[in-house]
């Protein structure tokens, strides 16, 4: 019986991680994509390359990840009666983002009423940041606090710059340097699930 608990309590994490892996790896593909339209196409085609290959690899290596899993999650949620696997995306995950839609269209829309559209990806990275904190505890992910912090951090460097006068780095700190953090993050749960696999423990 002491056993079965552990077994059952790493399964929702480890889909999390995976999980969790794929929207970073999503939002940070976005996210250089969307702001590196502004550098030359000297820097920007690297950067868009480095950051697709980047999402491949998450999706592939979470691919391979789920079906390795496939046998073992079965029996665990078989030893577990059921309880030990439980779907990441339940109603407190879309009240999160429903929260940080309205957040990232309505902050958005004030800051160009008010004059300042160049803000606009610095309060994106802020939202987008903030809202891994409350993803952490629905996907049982303690590293995502630690990416929510660096996120939210890029974005209010965004306003700094904005209030020191330089507007023209906002996009690549806010939003490429952004980018890069989700990508790295949504790759290095993988180092993290090896290590997983290695220990029998979830490392976070």
Same mark, same amino acid.
């Given at each position: 019986?002491? #056993?079965?608990?552990?077994a059952?309590?790493?399964?929702?994490?480890? /889909? *999390?991680? #995976?999980? &969790?892996?794929?929207?970073?790896g999503? +939002?940070?593909?976005?996210f250089?994509?969307v702001?590196? @339209?502004?550098?030359?196409?000297?820097?920007?085609i690297?950067?868009v390359?480095?950051?697709?290959?980047?999402?491949?690899?998450?999706i592939?290596l =979470?691919?391979? =990840?789920?079906? =390795?899993?496939g046998t &073992?999650?079965?029996?665990?949620a078989g030893a @577990?009666?059921?309880? %030990?696997?439980?779907?990441?995306f339940? !109603? *407190?995950? !879309?009240?999160?983002v429903a929260i #940080?839609?309205?957040?990232?269209?309505?902050?958005? /829309?004030?800051?160009?009423?008010w004059?300042?559209?160049e $803000? @606009?990806?610095? !309060?994106v990275?802020?939202?987008? @940041?903030?809202?891994?904190?409350?993803?952490?505890?629905i996907?049982?992910?303690? /590293?995502?606090?630690?990416?929510g912090?660096?996120?939210?951090?890029?974005?209010? =460097? %965004?306003?700094?710059?904005w209030?020191?006068?330089?507007? +023209?780095?906002?996009?690549?700190?806010?939003?490429?340097?952004s980018?890069?953090?989700? $990508?790295?993050?949504? $790759? *290095?749960?993988?180092a993290?699930h090896g290590?997983?696999r290695?220990?029998?423990?979830p490392?976070?």
């Open positions: 019986m002491a #056993e079965e608990t552990p059952a309590n790493a399964t929702p994490t480890m /889909r *999390g991680r #995976e999980v &969790g892996a794929q929207i970073a999503v +939002f940070g593909t976005v250089v994509w702001n590196s @339209g502004e550098t030359l196409p000297v820097v920007r690297p950067l390359v480095i950051a697709l290959c980047a999402l491949a690899a998450i592939v =979470s691919v391979r =990840s789920y079906r =390795s899993k &073992g999650h079965s029996d665990v @577990g009666g059921g309880q %030990g696997v439980r779907p990441p339940g !109603w *407190g995950y !879309w009240v999160v #940080e839609a309205i957040a990232l269209f309505g902050g958005s /829309r004030l800051l160009t009423a004059g300042h559209p $803000l @606009g990806v610095a !309060w990275a802020f939202v987008v @940041g903030t809202h891994f904190f409350a993803l952490a505890p996907f049982r992910l303690a /590293r995502f606090h630690v990416l912090a660096i996120v939210t951090a890029l974005g209010i =460097s %965004g306003f700094v710059l209030l020191v006068g330089a507007t +023209f780095a906002i996009a690549l700190v806010s939003g490429v340097a980018g890069f953090a989700l $990508l790295a993050f949504g $790759l *290095g749960a993988f993290s290590a997983v290695a220990t029998g423990e490392q976070f």
